[in-house]
C-alpha cells in the first residue's frame, strides 16, 4: 500500500466501522467459534510478495469480525464495561494518524500539556480535591504496579533501586481479599513476593475491617517486618467491594503508610456528586487509579492515575540517560519518567473529546441509568422462585445463582452465552459460584434490560 492510499483505505476503514456498530445489536454477543478456529484460517507463514489492501481488507471482513467478542454490544453485561464511546474513536483515529511517540514534552508537545489538563478535568469531575497531579497510564495494573513500587522504595529509604531487595527487612503491604489480582501481580513483580501481601479480612459489607488492619499491622511490627503501605478498593472486581476510605486512611496516617485506591471501575461512577460517598475520604490517599476506558466511555487503553505527590513516582520508575535529556529544559514534564514503559500513546486526545462531546451532564446521565436498572434487573431476578440474589448491586454490578447449586449455575450461564443473546460471566463468592450482571453499556437501553431479564429466566427455568 502506498502512502497515498491512506486516504481511501483510511475513509474505508470509517465506514466499515459505522456499519460494524449500526449492526451490532443484530449479532449475537460472543461468537460461536471454537479455539484454533481463527489460527486455523490464517496461513502459516509471512507472504515474500506485498499484496493487494482489497484482499487484505476483504480477507479481514471474512475472518474477524465474526470471531469478535462485541464490548460495544448493547447487551454485553460481562465483565466490567470497556465504553468507546463515537467521539472517543474518532480522536483515536486522529492520533493514530499523527503517530506520534509521547514519551518526552519535545516529542509531543501538545499531547504532553493536554495530558496534564486532562488530568485535571477529571479531577475535578471525580470530585478530588485540588493539589493531585497525575498522568494517563495504559492500565490500573500498571498504575498499581507503580504504586506498590513507591511503597517499596519509600518504605527502603529508595534503597531498593540500588541494592535489590536482598538483605532488605520484610516488607508488608495490606489489602482485602476483594481487590483485583492486579494487586496480587504487582506485588509479585515488584520483588515484595505474594506472601507479603497480607490480605485483610472483610465486614459484613465486604469493605476492609480497620481493626483488624491495625491489628495485623500491629503484629508485623512486633515480629519485626515493615509495613510499607495499603491497597484499597472502590468497586472490587468480583462484587463490586467498596472499602471504607476514610477508616482506613486514619489508620494509614497514624502509621505513616503510602496508601493506593483501586477504583479503576467504579471511579467513573465519581462523577456522579450522590455517589461519591462509596469513597468518602479518597481525598487523603497518595495515589488512586481510575479507567476512563471502562464505564465512563473512552477508548482503551486510558487509566488514569492521580497523585498527591509525583516527585516520589519520578523517583521510583524515572530515569533521564543522557539521549534522553531534552537540552535546556530538564525541569519540564517528560511523561516517560511517571511510567514503566518509556513509549507512551496520545492518551488525552480522546478524552478531551469524551469530555467535550458528552460533557459531564450526559456522562452522567448514562452511569445514572445504568445504576437504576442494575436494581430493576435485580429485582426481576429476585422474585425469581428458582433464582436467588447473592451479593445486592453495588453501582451497576449484582451477582446471583441458581438455587440447584454452583452445577445449576454454571450450566445456566453457559446456556445463556451460547445462545448469544446477551453475554454474562462468572465470579466465586464465599465459595460459590455466582453470575455476575455488569450493566454499563454506553447503548444499552432499559429494552435490553428488560430482554436480558427474559433470557435469564428463560434458562433458569429449563435447568
Ligand atoms: N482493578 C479493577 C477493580 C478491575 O476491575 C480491573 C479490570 O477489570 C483492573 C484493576 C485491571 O484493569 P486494567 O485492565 O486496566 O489493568
Same mark, same amino acid.
Given at each position: 500500500?502506498?502512502?497515498?492510499?491512506?486516504r481511501?483505505w483510511?475513509?474505508r476503514a470509517?465506514?466499515?466501522?459505522?456499519d460494524?456498530l449500526?449492526?451490532?445489536?443484530?449479532q449475537?454477543?460472543?461468537?460461536?467459534?471454537?479455539p484454533?478456529?481463527?489460527?486455523?484460517?490464517?496461513p502459516?507463514?509471512?507472504?515474500?510478495?506485498?499484496?493487494?489492501?482489497?484482499?487484505?481488507?476483504?480477507?479481514?471482513?471474512?475472518?474477524?469480525?465474526?470471531a469478535m467478542?462485541?464490548?460495544q454490544h448493547p447487551?454485553?453485561f460481562?465483565?466490567?464495561p470497556?465504553?468507546?464511546s463515537?467521539?472517543?474513536?474518532?480522536?483515536?483515529h486522529?492520533?493514530?494518524s499523527?503517530?506520534a511517540?509521547?514519551?518526552l514534552?519535545?516529542?509531543s508537545?501538545?499531547?504532553t500539556e493536554?495530558?496534564q489538563v486532562?488530568i485535571?478535568?477529571?479531577r475535578q469531575?471525580?470530585g478530588?480535591p485540588?493539589?493531585y497531579?497525575?498522568t494517563l497510564?495504559?492500565s490500573?495494573?500498571?498504575?498499581?504496579?507503580?504504586?506498590?513500587l513507591?511503597m517499596?522504595?519509600?518504605a527502603?529509604?529508595?534503597?531498593?533501586?540500588?541494592?535489590?531487595m536482598s538483605g532488605?527487612?520484610?516488607?508488608r &503491604?495490606?489489602?482485602s481479599?476483594?481487590?483485583h489480582?492486579?494487586?496480587?501481580?504487582?506485588?509479585?513483580l515488584?520483588g515484595i513476593?505474594q506472601?507479603n501481601?497480607?490480605?485483610?479480612?472483610i465486614r459484613k459489607?465486604?469493605g476492609?475491617?480497620?481493626?483488624?488492619l491495625k491489628?495485623?499491622?500491629d503484629a508485623?511490627r512486633a515480629?519485626?517486618h515493615?509495613p510499607?503501605?495499603?491497597?484499597?478498593?472502590?468497586?472490587?472486581?468480583?462484587?463490586g467491594a467498596m472499602?471504607?476510605?476514610?477508616?482506613?486512611?486514619?489508620?494509614?496516617?497514624?502509621e505513616g503508610?503510602y496508601?493506593?485506591?483501586?477504583a479503576a471501575w467504579?471511579g467513573?461512577?465519581?462523577?456522579c456528586?450522590?455517589?461519591?460517598?462509596?469513597w468518602?475520604?479518597?481525598?487523603?490517599?497518595d495515589s488512586?487509579?481510575?479507567?476512563?476506558?471502562k464505564w465512563?466511555?473512552?477508548q482503551f487503553?486510558?487509566t488514569?492515575?492521580?497523585?498527591?505527590?509525583?516527585a516520589?513516582?519520578?523517583r521510583?520508575?524515572?530515569?533521564?540517560?543522557e539521549y534522553?535529556r531534552t537540552?535546556g529544559e530538564?525541569e519540564i514534564?517528560n511523561f516517560?519518567e511517571?511510567?514503566?514503559s518509556?513509549?507512551r500513546?496520545?492518551r488525552?486526545l480522546?478524552?478531551?473529546?469524551l469530555m467535550?462531546?458528552?460533557?459531564?451532564e450526559?456522562?452522567?446521565a448514562? &452511569?445514572r441509568?445504568?445504576?437504576?436498572?442494575?436494581?430493576m434487573?435485580a429485582?426481576?431476578?429476585?422474585?425469581?422462585?428458582v433464582?436467588?440474589?447473592v451479593?445486592?448491586?453495588?453501582l451497576?454490578?449484582?451477582s446471583?445463582?441458581?438455587?440447584?447449586?454452583d452445577h445449576?449455575t454454571?450450566?445456566?450461564l453457559e446456556?445463556?452465552n451460547r445462545?448469544g443473546r446477551?453475554?454474562?460471566?462468572?465470579?466465586?463468592?464465599?465459595?460459590?459460584?455466582?453470575i455476575r450482571?455488569s450493566v454499563?453499556?454506553?447503548?444499552?437501553?432499559?429494552?435490553?434490560?428488560?430482554l436480558?431479564?427474559?433470557?435469564i429466566?428463560?434458562f433458569?427455568?429449563?435447568?
Open positions: 500500500m502506498e502512502k497515498s492510499d491512506y481511501k483510511a475513509a470509517a465506514d466499515w466501522g459505522a460494524y449500526d449492526g451490532l445489536a443484530d449475537p454477543v460472543r461468537p460461536a467459534i471454537a484454533g478456529d481463527v489460527a486455523a484460517m490464517l502459516e507463514s509471512p507472504p515474500e510478495a506485498p499484496e493487494e489492501m482489497e484482499a487484505i481488507f476483504a480477507d479481514f471482513e471474512r475472518i474477524v469480525p465474526g467478542t462485541h464490548w447487551r454485553f460481562a465483565y466490567f470497556a465504553n468507546a463515537p467521539a472517543s474513536m474518532v480522536a483515536e486522529l492520533a493514530t499523527m503517530a511517540q509521547c514519551m514534552w519535545e516529542t508537545p501538545a499531547a493536554m495530558e486532562m485535571d478535568w477529571l469531575a471525580v478530588l485540588e493539589g497531579r497525575g497510564q495504559d490500573a495494573t500498571t498504575a498499581t504496579l507503580c504504586a506498590v513507591v517499596r522504595e519509600r527502603l529509604d529508595w534503597a531498593g533501586l540500588q541494592d535489590g532488605a527487612p520484610r516488607l &503491604i495490606y489489602a481479599a476483594q481487590t489480582s492486579s494487586v496480587d501481580k504487582a506485588i509479585r515488584s513476593g506472601n501481601l497480607v490480605k485483610v479480612p459489607d465486604y476492609m475491617d480497620p481493626a483488624a491489628d495485623l499491622i508485623d515480629a519485626g515493615l510499607a503501605g495499603i491497597v484499597m478498593c472502590t468497586g472490587g472486581t468480583s462484587i472499602d471504607p476510605i476514610a477508616e482506613v486512611m486514619d489508620v494509614a496516617e497514624a503508610l496508601t493506593h485506591i483501586d467504579a467513573a461512577a465519581m462523577i456528586p450522590e455517589y461519591r460517598h462509596y468518602d475520604g479518597a481525598g487523603r490517599a488512586i487509579v481510575f479507567n476512563p476506558h465512563l466511555g473512552a487503553e486510558c488514569a492515575h492521580f497523585l498527591k505527590d509525583p516520589s513516582l519520578i521510583t520508575v524515572g530515569l533521564r540517560p534522553l537540552l530538564d514534564v516517560n511517571w511510567s514503566v518509556l513509549g500513546r496520545f488525552a480522546k478524552v478531551w473529546f467535550r462531546a458528552y460533557g459531564l450526559g456522562l452522567r448514562r &452511569i441509568d445504568h445504576v437504576a436498572w442494575t436494581h434487573a429485582d426481576a431476578v429476585a422474585e425469581d422462585p433464582l436467588e440474589i451479593t445486592p448491586p453495588m451497576g454490578l449484582f446471583f445463582a441458581h438455587t440447584g447449586g445449576a454454571l450450566g445456566m446456556a445463556i445462545d446477551i453475554y454474562l460471566t462468572q465470579t466465586l463468592h464465599q465459595g460459590r459460584s455466582a450482571m454499563g453499556q454506553f447503548d444499552t437501553t432499559e429494552e435490553d434490560i428488560s436480558a431479564i427474559a433470557v429466566r428463560e433458569a427455568s429449563k435447568i
